[in-house]
């Protein structure tokens, strides 16, 4: 139960230097009232203080004393509970995050739609004689992250970086997990290069000062480094595991 006012989380740190600083001044006071109090015990002579004072100055040494250490009582036990508050908010903030990251890496299509389009985009590409390129994003997590849930949450904060930087008529696939695939319709090669460099920045600013994940672009065009959608599809293949090719090629 809260005796006195009620602190703000947001003020936690602020406050608890407030306590110690509180502490102190107290602690001096009280240390110089009992070396007063007990000056005329040690020495057989009184100082200032002699009788009716000094009993109520014994009384209110007392009272300041129960008074200090119930209210340091309480201030621990709120600061000790708003330090669990926050600690279970940060959870949630996680399990928030990790949810959303999930999510969006489970609206993203797979492979079989990413043949689709490349599909009707080579043949729109080579009846209107334009060009098209495709990116590959394979992602690598960091040694330091441990937990499935984190390099999720790595993996669903790249692919949100991607996302907000590609143009309308542009999509992405998932290959597998930390594996992206791009296509890029009438996007000449340097222009594609282009997008990789914008793209690698936004990688940058989700990987964040810890690095949590290193990433590789490769970018493919048609007509300059392929000649056909199956050329461009086995560059895509490439990236997928062995035992997913092995089924599909069965």
């Known amino acids: ?3 006195f006012d009620q602190i703000d989380a947001m003020t936690l740190d602020r406050r608890e230097w407030h306590l110690w600083l509180l502490a102190i001044v107290f602690i001096v006071v009280l240390g110089l009232g009992m070396a007063l109090l007990m000056y005329p015990t ?16 014994f009384f209110g040494f007392c009272t300041l004393t129960i008074l200090l250490a119930g209210y340091l009582l309480d201030r621990q036990l709120i600061i000790r509970q708003l330090r669990r508050e926050l ?14 990251s999930a999510e969006l890496l489970e609206t993203l299509p797979g492979f ?5 389009r490349l599909a009707m985009e080579y043949r729109r590409a080579n009846t209107t004689h334009q060009p098209l390129s495709m990116l590959i994003i394979s992602l690598s997590p960091s040694h330091l992250l441990s937990d499935l849930k984190e ?24 290959f597998r997990p930390g594996v992206f695939g791009i296509v890029l319709p009438g996007t000449s090669g340097n222009d594609a290069y282009r997008v990789s460099e914008r793209l690698a920045e936004g990688l940058r600013d989700a990987s964040g000062a810890s690095d949590r994940f290193a990433f590789d672009l490769r970018v493919v065009n048609y007509p300059e480094h392929t000649a056909s959608a199956r050329e461009m599809e086995q560059v895509a293949r ?8 092995a089924a599909r090629a069965a």
């Open 112 to 116: 079989s739609h990413f043949q689709d």
């Open 87 to 100: 600690l279970e908010e940060q959870a949630r903030n996680v399990a928030i995050r990790h949810q959303a």
């Open 42 to 57: 040690a020495f057989s002579s009184p100082v200032i203080l002699t009788g009716t004072t000094l009993r109520k100055a």
């Open 1 to 3: 139960m809260r005796v």
């Open 151 to 174: 390099i999720d949450a790595s993996y669903g904060d790249a692919a949100k970086a991607v996302v907000r930087r590609l143009r309308r008529e542009d999509s992405i696939y998932m």
């Open 238 to 245: 490439s990236f997928l595991p062995e035992g997913a090719i």
